[in-house]
């Protein structure tokens, strides 16, 4: 059984920073790509960054571009969303999701999923 289980979630200003970070169970995390997604309220969930295994690629939605940076430490299975110059619409519950070697940015494309945490940016 695989977990997920994020952390980094908070309250933050209009300009902050935050950094996600999502711990996986498991030997083999290298091999899978990892993807962050987000649900605002009343909105379905959108894809946010994917990286590829070994961090050999990695995908952002046009939104986030230039401003979010995910990452991966295999060693310590873990992903991380480094989130700057955060805005107001970028608020929602951010996701961490395990998908196979060609997932991308649909998320039928990953198989398991963490609780999710609270983004919350204020204006």
């Known amino acids: 059984q695989v977990q997920l289980v994020e952390s980094g979630g908070g309250l933050v200003q209009a300009g902050g920073s935050l950094r996600l970070s999502c711990a996986a169970s498991g030997r083999t995390f290298r091999r899978y790509t990892m993807g962050w997604f987000r649900q605002a309220p009343g909105k379905e969930r959108a894809f946010v960054a994917a990286?590829?295994?070994?961090?050999?690629?990695?995908l952002y939605a046009d939104s986030v571009k230039g401003r979010f940076t995910i990452s991966r430490d295999d060693a310590k299975n873990t992903v991380y969303l480094q989130m700057n110059s955060l805005k107001p619409e970028d608020t929602a519950v951010y996701y961490c999701?395990?998908?196979?070697?060609?997932?991308?940015?649909?998320?039928?494309?990953?198989?398991?999923w963490g609780q999710g945490t609270q983004v919350t940016v204020s204006s």
């Open positions: 990286t590829k295994w070994s961090g050999s690629s990695t």
């Open positions: 999701a395990r998908g196979g070697y060609y997932a991308g940015t649909y998320s039928n494309d990953y198989d398991y």
